[in-house]
């Protein structure tokens, strides 16, 4: 392990120990990340040579070096105490003077961590944000739905009538086996779940790139808000008029609806508690700079498949 400056010898012990403690403690550390002691030494082991590599780099790109790479100050906290506290804020989107407060470093510190953290988890997780190479059957498995979040009304939000507040909007596409296949990139909440489908183009089958074809056939399973994209829609009610009887839906109809819902149903909880939104960073209204917010869903995202992908014991 470098050496690490910035704090004396007592504190990083006592911190070391505070660290290990917590590791000790699966529930509590799961509470705090969203994973296992287990998963979270994995994921160290990926991250933290792809960060000392970032780092090598930057360090030999300065051409004023006045000393040999290497010297100087060095960072207060380890790879695995800053990816805990990266993780900490997604679960719990507490202020950065706090999160100072509690990793003992000030917190105006704590933006030149996470710049240097996010990009290296997008590298780690590498969820696609417009095409993958699926054959016809895949794709007509995969489930399409777009997500809103509010937040400050500023450039790069937009006023959704349906959250009657200004938002931020991204269309995901989950596999049958709640996996985020893929992520658009996000746009205000003003565009609407159509227009957002339309301009992403997110997919293409292997059969269509040897025919060099643009698209790939429609996901099937879609909400109403993608009427007119293709794919397979839930029945609706048909418009009446005041004064006329409701037209009911039929037994084939309703047994049409509680089969679609019944597979549908995985996006919602990709969407839900249990899934993304269990980080509050993305359930509550975001306040962070706008162009971070898609690196950040897409770390999520990417969370999310790494928690599939590495079952707890």
């Given at each position: 392990?470098?050496?690490?400056?910035?704090?004396?010898e007592?504190?990083?012990?006592?911190?070391?120990?505070?660290?290990?403690?917590?590791?000790?403690?699966?529930?509590?550390?799961?509470n705090?990340?969203?994973?296992?002691?287990?998963?979270?030494?994995?994921?160290?082991?990926?991250?933290?040579p792809?960060?000392?590599?970032?780092?090598?780099?930057?360090?030999?790109?300065?051409?004023?070096?006045?000393?040999?790479?290497?010297?100087?100050?060095?960072?207060?906290?380890?790879v695995a105490e800053?990816?805990f506290?990266?993780?900490?804020?997604?679960?719990?989107?507490?202020?950065?003077?706090?999160?100072?407060?509690l990793?003992?470093?000030?917190?105006?510190?704590?933006?030149?961590?996470?710049?240097?953290?996010?990009?290296?988890?997008?590298?780690?997780?590498?969820?696609?944000?417009?095409?993958?190479?699926l054959?016809?059957?895949?794709?007509?498995?995969?489930i399409?739905?777009?997500?809103?979040?509010?937040?400050?009304?500023?450039?790069?939000?937009?006023?959704s009538?349906?959250?009657?507040?200004?938002?931020l909007?991204?269309?995901?596409i989950?596999?049958?086996?709640?996996?985020?296949?893929s992520?658009?990139?996000?746009v205000?909440?003003?565009?609407s779940?159509?227009?957002?489908?339309?301009q992403?183009?997110?997919?293409?089958?292997?059969?269509?790139?040897?025919?060099?074809?643009?698209?790939?056939?429609?996901?099937r399973?879609?909400d109403?808000?993608?009427v007119?994209?293709?794919?397979?829609?839930?029945?609706?009610?048909k418009?009446?008029?005041?004064?006329?009887?409701?037209?009911?839906?039929?037994?084939?109809?309703?047994?049409?609806?509680?089969?679609?819902?019944?597979?549908?149903i995985?996006?919602?909880h990709?969407?839900?508690?249990?899934?993304?939104?269990?980080?509050?960073?993305?359930?509550s209204t975001?306040?962070?700079?706008?162009?971070?917010?898609?690196v950040?869903?897409?770390?999520?995202?990417?969370?999310?498949n790494?928690?599939?992908?590495?079952?707890?014991?």
């Amino acid at each position: 392990m470098r050496k690490q400056w910035g704090r004396t010898e007592a504190k990083r012990r006592n911190n070391n120990k505070k660290f290990d403690k917590l590791l000790q403690s699966p529930k509590t550390f799961h509470n705090l990340t969203g994973l296992t002691p287990t998963q979270f030494q994995q994921l160290v082991a990926q991250v933290e040579p792809l960060f000392w590599q970032d780092d090598a780099r930057l360090r030999a790109k300065r051409s004023n070096r006045k000393r040999k790479t290497g010297a100087g100050r060095q960072f207060e906290l380890t790879v695995a105490e800053m990816l805990f506290m990266l993780l900490l804020y997604y679960r719990t989107y507490i202020t950065h003077v706090f999160l100072g407060f509690l990793m003992d470093i000030e917190g105006s510190n704590i933006w030149s961590y996470f710049k240097r953290l996010e990009p290296i988890l997008t590298r780690v997780f590498k969820t696609p944000e417009r095409r993958m190479e699926l054959n016809e059957e895949a794709v007509w498995e995969l489930i399409v739905d777009a997500t809103e979040q509010k937040a400050y009304r500023r450039k790069g939000t937009g006023y959704s009538g349906k959250k009657k507040d200004y938002t931020l909007k991204t269309q995901f596409i989950v596999s049958r086996d709640r996996r985020v296949m893929s992520i658009s990139k996000t746009v205000p909440g003003q565009c609407s779940d159509k227009k957002l489908y339309d301009q992403t183009h997110a997919y293409v089958t292997q059969e269509n790139i040897t025919r060099h074809q643009k698209d790939g056939p429609p996901p099937r399973l879609k909400d109403l808000g993608y009427v007119g994209t293709g794919g397979l829609l839930p029945h609706k009610h048909k418009p009446h008029k005041k004064g006329t009887d409701k037209i009911h839906f039929t037994k084939e109809e309703k047994a049409w609806n509680q089969l679609f819902s019944s597979n549908r149903i995985v996006v919602e909880h990709v969407f839900s508690f249990s899934g993304i939104k269990k980080f509050q960073i993305l359930r509550s209204t975001y306040r962070n700079p706008i162009h971070r917010y898609h690196v950040t869903i897409k770390n999520i995202a990417g969370l999310h498949n790494f928690v599939l992908d590495n079952p707890s014991g």
